[in-house]
C-alpha cells in the first residue's frame, strides 16, 4: 500500500506522465516489493544474529527517506505553486516535476523496506516457495502502482499547481506511518 500511495503521490506530481515511464516505475517498485522478501529470508537463514540490529533501524530508515523526498517535494510546491488562472496546460508545466531516477530508486527503497519483515515471516519457507511468494508481491504491487499512477494522474489535472504539495504530505504521512508501525510493533 505504500508504493501505491507512492504511486499516487508520483501521478499528482507528473499528470503527463508517459505510459511507458509509469510502467517503468510500477516495475522498479516491484522488484523492490519482491527484493526486499527475498532479501529479509536470506538474512534469516544466513546472518540472523547479525541482522537484528538492522531490522530495529528499518522504520528509521524508512522515516528519513520519506521525509526527505516529501519534504523536498512540499517545500517545491510552495515555492512553486502556480497560481494563475491561464491555460490548464502552461499552469501544469510550470508546476510538474518530473520523477527523476535517482529520485524513483529511493522511493522504491523507502516503501519496501518494511517488506524486509515478510522475509522473516516466510523464514520455514523452502527457497521456491519464498521466491514464488516474493514473485506475487511483486506482480500485486506492479498491478497496483499502475491503479495508482492513474488515479494520481487523474486527480494531479485537477489539482493543478497544489499537486506537488499535496504528494509531499503524502510522502511525510507515509513516512510517519511506517515509523510508527515499525516502533510500536
Not at 527475498?38 to 537484528?52: K, N, P, R, S, Y
Not at 522511493?107 to 519483515?117: H, K, N, R, V, Y
Not at 504521512?173 to 510508527?180: S, T, V
Request: with cysteine; net charge positive.
Amino acid at each position: 500500500m505504500d508504493a501505491f500511495s507512492v504511486s499516487i503521490v508520483n501521478g499528482l506530481n507528473e499528470p503527463g506522465m508517459r505510459k511507458r515511464k509509469g510502467i517503468w516505475m510500477a516495475g522498479v517498485y516491484a522488484f523492490f516489493q519482491f527484493l526486499m522478501p527475498m532479501v529479509g529470508w536470506t538474512c534469516v537463514h544466513l546472518i540472523a544474529d547479525q541482522f537484528v540490529l538492522f531490522e530495529r533501524m528499518v522504520p528509521w530508515i524508512a522515516l528519513l527517506l520519506l521525509l526527505y523526498i516529501g519534504g523536498k517535494m512540499l517545500w517545491e510546491g510552495i515555492r512553486e505553486n502556480c497560481k494563475s488562472d491561464e491555460v490548464k496546460e502552461i499552469c501544469l508545466a510550470a508546476g510538474e516535476k518530473k520523477l527523476t531516477v535517482s529520485v524513483l530508486l529511493i522511493q522504491g527503497l523507502a516503501t519496501s523496506i518494511d517488506a524486509l519483515s515478510v522475509g522473516f515471516t516466510i523464514e520455514n519457507y523452502p527457497p521456491v516457495m519464498a521466491f514464488v511468494a516474493a514473485i506475487i508481491i511483486a506482480l500485486v504491487t506492479f498491478i497496483i502502482c499502475l491503479g495508482g499512477l492513474k488515479v494520481g494522474k487523474f486527480v494531479g489535472m485537477h489539482l493543478l499547481g497544489k499537486a506537488s504539495v499535496f504528494g509531499g504530505l503524502i510522502l511525510i504521512g507515509i513516512g510517519i506511518e511506517i515509523f510508527l508501525k515499525g516502533i510500536l510493533a
